[in-house]
């Protein structure tokens, strides 16, 4: 198999709350994601809250290339909260980048 750049590209985003928002940063980021559904080239944005970290979540993301990610993460997504939601973090966003393989749930 042939893992090479190029295509598809996966992030997770780690996001830490302000103390006792959690759920409220959440719930901002599920907003978000329904603006996503609509985005070309988005394949996978699901936003998880930590099992034990009660202010943490995590944004997993799954583009049909860097085009894509960029294009929709750069656009207007104000009315879907975006604003709200750098104002519930406590810091900045962490990223890591990722080359998706395949797996259930992913579109082939």
Do not use: H
């Not at 699901?46 to 990610?69: F, G, K, Q, Y």
């Not at 519930?88 to 082939?108: I, K, M, N, S, Y």
């Amino acid at each position: 198999m042939d893992f090479g750049q190029g295509g598809r590209i996966g992030r997770y985003v780690r996001m830490e709350a302000l103390p006792g928002k959690g759920s409220v940063l959440a719930g901002k980021l599920l907003t978000v994601a329904e603006g996503m559904r609509g985005a070309p080239g988005c394949e996978l944005y699901v936003v998880n809250l930590s099992a034990d970290e009660p202010d943490i979540v995590w944004v997993t993301e799954v583009w049909a290339d860097e085009a894509a990610s960029d294009s929709a993460l750069s656009g207007d997504l104000g009315e879907a909260g975006i604003g709200e939601v750098i104002e519930l973090l406590a810091g900045p966003p962490e990223l890591v980048d990722l080359t998706p393989l395949g797996g259930p749930g992913l579109p082939r």
